[in-house]
Structure formats: structure tokens, C-alpha cells
């Protein structure tokens, strides 16, 4: 049963230090995005991936934010420094090349910075 | 901008209950997909509409795409507690989904 996968699950964190969120996509998939959840602002998108390109990243602040696609395997969220209004669930999904792919969502980092 | 608005936000009724979800935009999307989310998980995808005026039936589920593929309705039909959950709609745009605010669905026992 193939998932994508995300770590940490939960993450509570001062405000200033530096957060890693790691996820590995669906074997196969070569289009990874990055989304953020909140109550107020629902589902965002941040950034997405294909072949490992970064495609768009127009909905990720650019100051703190950077996001990397290492390899086929693994796709990181980085915040450097982390402020509160950061507190949010990251989500994970990758996708096919398909005109209308499916996008297969991990279950999140929970991240909370006091 | 592209946005999807959702109606409601927030529904809670009785099992047996009928109930429909509006997802309106004045852009037009390429596709319109319906996930549902549960708590403490990623959202799951539920159908994909991509022809205006088009419907899909899952089980007691039906799903219809404007004509003009600008909104979309999610109409569950005798409601159970497990369709409890939070329904979103995204419209496709260029390979990147937009999702609407999502309606939060209690069904009561």
C-alpha cells in the first residue's frame, strides 16, 4: 500500500530556531507539492516539484521559507527562523504526470512554535 | 486570483438527513476534485469532475460540475455519522489544485 510519508509527525519549537520537514513521495510520482493548513486560511499551496524542478513557490515566504526536492525520494520544507504565525499542518502530496492526477496527501507535520 | 468558495462552512445534522455543498468560483477551472479530510489526516481524494454539466455518483454521493465549470455540488443522500469530516473542492489550474475553505459535515447519530 503505497503512501506518502512525512516526519516528523509533531514538532513544537521556539520562535527563531530553525525547522526541518521531511517527506517522501509515492515511488514513482514525480510531481511533489507542499500545502499548509490552518483554520483561518484552509488548504494553501507553498511550492511544487516536478522532476525534482521547483515549478512554483510563489505561495512560500521567501525570507524564511526554502523547500528542496535532494533526490527523487526525499522533498524538505525548511523555515529559518520560525515565528509563531508559522504554527500551522504541513502537508505533503505527490502526484503522477497526468493532466488530472491524483494527489496522494501524507499526513502532516503538526508544527507549533511558541 | 482564483478562488473557490464553499457553503457552507459548517453543517451538522441528523443521520438519515439529505444535504448539499455549493463550490462556486467566477473563474473557470480545467477540473473541479472533491477530497474529504478526517482528523489528523491528509485529505483523500473523493472524484474528479472535468466536463461542464458533468455528474458522478459515488454510492449515496453525487457530485455535478457546472456547465460552465465554475462550481460544483457535493449532494449526500440519507447522511451516516461516518460521512462525518471536512469536504473540500479544488479546481485544477495548470497542474496545481486550488482548494476551497472546506465545509466542516457532523452527522449525528
Known amino acids: 500500500d503505497a503512501r506518502v510519508t512525512q516526519t516528523p509527525r509533531d514538532k513544537v519549537t521556539e520562535m527563531g530556531q530553525e525547522v526541518t520537514m521531511r517527506c517522501q513521495p509515492i515511488l514513482g510520482h514525480n510531481t511533489v507539492f507542499w500545502y499548509r493548513q490552518t483554520m483561518m486560511q484552509g488548504l494553501e499551496l507553498l511550492a511544487y516539484f516536478r522532476n525534482r524542478a521547483p515549478l512554483d513557490d510563489s505561495g512560500m515566504p521567501k525570507d524564511r521559507f526554502s523547500a528542496e526536492m535532494p533526490d527523487a525520494t526525499l522533498a524538505t520544507l525548511k523555515i529559518q527562523p520560525s515565528e509563531p504565525r508559522d504554527s500551522a499542518v504541513y502537508f505533503c502530496a505527490s502526484a503522477g504526470t497526468g493532466f488530472w492526477e491524483t494527489q496522494y496527501f501524507g499526513p502532516g507535520t503538526r508544527l507549533l512554535v511558541l | 486570483t482564483q478562488l473557490l468558495e464553499q457553503s457552507p462552512q459548517f453543517l451538522s445534522i441528523q443521520e438519515g438527513e439529505n444535504l448539499t455543498v455549493y463550490c462556486n468560483s467566477s473563474?473557470?477551472?480545467?477540473?473541479l476534485q472533491w477530497y474529504r479530510q478526517e482528523p489528523g489526516e491528509g485529505p483523500v481524494l473523493l472524484v474528479t469532475?472535468?466536463?461542464?454539466?458533468e455528474v458522478k455518483k459515488l454510492k449515496r454521493l453525487t457530485f455535478q460540475f457546472g456547465d460552465a465549470r465554475k462550481d460544483s455540488s457535493l449532494h449526500i443522500t440519507a447522511a451516516q455519522p461516518g460521512d462525518t469530516g471536512l469536504y473540500l473542492c479544488a479546481g485544477g489550474d495548470t497542474g496545481k489544485l486550488i482548494f476551497g475553505q472546506g465545509t466542516t459535515l457532523q452527522v449525528k447519530p
Open positions: 473563474s473557470v477551472f480545467s477540473s
Open positions: 469532475v472535468v466536463t461542464g454539466g
